[in-house]
């Protein structure tokens, strides 16, 4: 019977010795093998990290005035599990984030670990709430876009979503100096699931955006944004733009287009307007364009603006009628008179004797089948069909001359013009003048040159030879004390199957003083109702324009 106890207790020390020896082991396996898995594993259930948004640069005019900056807003939320009293937090919350008692104390009895009550709140509301203390309310600091004068310069800056990313404009183009870089947070759990914030050593700082510094005063801006507004309001038209650029240096003083929207409210804006129609849309320039298909014939020595022809009021390239655009004939013109009275037939046969090669050779000189390479966000091509292409036609020799039947956008189109104001050199337009980074470091922008379209003797050739053509055929484009030189703009608009035959887009470009160019203007009007032509709608809102400019400016008269 002895023997019997004697087994029994053999075995369970036999059995004690298995179990410990593989506690041991697993202990050791713990210990020394698993160990940084294990520990990995607890922090990953302890600990959260999260990304910190670094503050946005902002955004300043030429004069130091801020026109994007940041401002602080709160997001509010709950953890349920940590309220003592949902009732008396959510009579609290209820008038600071002015929703009812009876859907905060749903949302804060909700059976789950966290509950969004406000993604947006104003800096007061925010503070004042973190002020009351209650247990398992979050208070986090959120940073929200905001542009000081609302729509003014719009199309300019564009605007900064919800997740702080731009869009459009110089937001847009510069997203990634502006935005800084991420840094990181570590945050570990309590037993209920709620955050205990570390400290930001455990972490990476966020690293502040770049403040950019525009060419634009935005007093400047003001006065063109509201010649637009009035423009539009007494012809009637439907949409329009204004550009206003120092032609020596491509920098970009003012740029307004309508329609337009809020920064502040993108949300409510529709797409179409978020489209700036300076940059980011094609059009058939018209009788602009003429300026430069004159400065491919100038430079290649085919005339002179003394040299003439009989105008018989058409021509015919490639098996198309060309007729001038009031259906006359004019006899004996020079090519003064050909930009004067902007004969359509006169530029045409100039482009048929100078030939497809060197036609078009000199008109993509001025770069008008490129982007421009400005630094806004959302800037188009533009179209020009060649010999090569399989859609070019012959007669496509004869219309193109006068700015029809290829797109531009009125940025390319100043440019090129710009480059006859600036002694036949091609500028690079930008609107940022310098980059100040955190660090101290600035960086700016310097004029760049895109290349010669054409040489300083035609340039200043067909700079008198607009002098002449503002002078005597579009008195409202002058300006007292002031040489202009400029070109008017009729355009018919393309529809299916051809053009509108009641429809135009007005324009005039123009520059001054003559002889020493300071700024150049282009105007765009569509679909105005007043009246179809460029010289009645378009160049009068340039000679008032440029009329406040010079003197806002400080630009001495001729």
């Not at 105005?528 to 460029?534: A, H, L, N, V």
Request: hydrophobic fraction near 40%; charge should be negative; glycine fraction near 10%.
């Amino acid at each position: 019977m002895a023997e019997r106890p004697r087994r029994r207790l053999a075995f369970i020390a036999g059995l004690s010795l298995v179990v410990s020896l593989v506690l041991v082991g697993q202990l050791v396996q713990v210990q020394l093998f698993r160990h940084a898995e294990l520990v990995q594993a607890a922090e990953a259930l302890y600990t959260r990290r999260g990304e910190i948004t670094p503050l946005r640069g902002r955004i300043y005019d030429q004069r130091g005035h801020l026109v994007a900056g940041n401002q602080v807003e709160y997001e509010v939320s709950v953890t349920p599990e940590l309220v003592a009293d949902p009732v008396a937090v959510a009579i609290r919350l209820a008038p600071l984030l002015q929703r009812d008692p009876l859907s905060l104390w749903e949302a804060i009895t909700r059976q789950q670990r966290w509950v969004l009550l406000a993604p947006r709140v104003e800096k007061g509301v925010g503070e004042q709430i973190a002020g009351l203390g209650l247990a398992g309310v979050n208070v986090v600091p959120r940073w929200r876009r905001v542009y000081p004068e609302g729509t003014l310069g719009a199309h300019l800056l564009g605007f900064v979503n919800a997740e702080q990313v731009g869009y459009y404009g110089v937001e847009g183009f510069y997203q990634q100096e502006l935005a800084g870089s991420q840094g990181t947070r570590v945050d570990r759990r309590d037993p209920y699931g709620g955050r205990i914030p570390l400290s930001l050593a455990q972490g990476d700082p966020p690293r502040p955006g770049a403040d950019l510094v525009l060419t634009v005063d935005w007093t400047v801006q003001a006065v063109v944004e509201a010649e637009l507004d009035r423009a539009l309001e007494e012809t009637g038209a439907e949409q329009g733009c204004i550009i206003v650029m120092d032609p020596r240096t491509g920098r970009i003083l003012a740029l307004a287009a309508r329609p337009t929207y809020d920064p502040n409210r993108y949300f409510e804006a529709e797409e179409r307007q978020f489209v700036n129609l300076a940059v980011g849309a094609q059009y058939e320039p018209g009788s602009v364009f003429k300026i430069l298909t004159m400065a491919v014939a100038l430079e290649a020595g085919l005339v002179t603006p003394e040299s003439g022809y009989q105008d018989q009021g058409e021509i015919e390239v490639g098996g198309q009628v060309i007729r001038n655009w009031d259906r006359q004939a004019y006899g004996w013109v020079t090519m003064a008179d050909v930009l004067a009275y902007s004969l359509n037939v006169g530029v045409a046969r100039l482009a048929t004797l100078l030939g497809p090669p060197a036609f078009y050779q000199g008109i993509r000189a001025f770069g008008v089948d490129r982007p421009t390479g400005v630094d806004l966000e959302g800037e188009v091509a533009g179209e020009l069909r060649l010999p090569s292409d399989p859609t070019w036609h012959e007669s496509d020799l004869g219309t193109n001359a006068f700015g029809q039947g290829l797109a531009v956008t009125p940025l390319q189109m100043i440019v090129a013009v710009a480059a006859v104001a600036n002694d036949g050199l091609l500028m690079r337009p930008y609107v940022v003048a310098e980059q100040r980074w955190p660090d101290g470091r600035v960086v700016r922008a310097r004029p760049a040159v895109q290349g010669r379209a054409i040489s300083q003797e035609t340039a200043r050739t067909l700079t008198q030879m607009l002098v002449e053509a503002v002078a005597r055929e579009v008195p409202q484009a002058q300006v007292e004390g002031y040489t202009i030189a400029g070109k008017t703009g009729t355009a018919q608009v393309p529809i299916p199957g051809g053009y509108d035959p009641q429809q135009t887009i007005a324009s005039f470009v123009g520059y001054g003083p003559a002889e020493d160019p300071r700024l150049i203007i282009l105007v765009r009007l569509d679909k105005p109702k007043s009246s179809p032509w460029g010289s009645q709608t378009a160049a009068p809102v340039f000679g008032r324009l440029a009329a406040r400019l010079f003197v806002l400016l400080g630009i001495p008269p001729s």
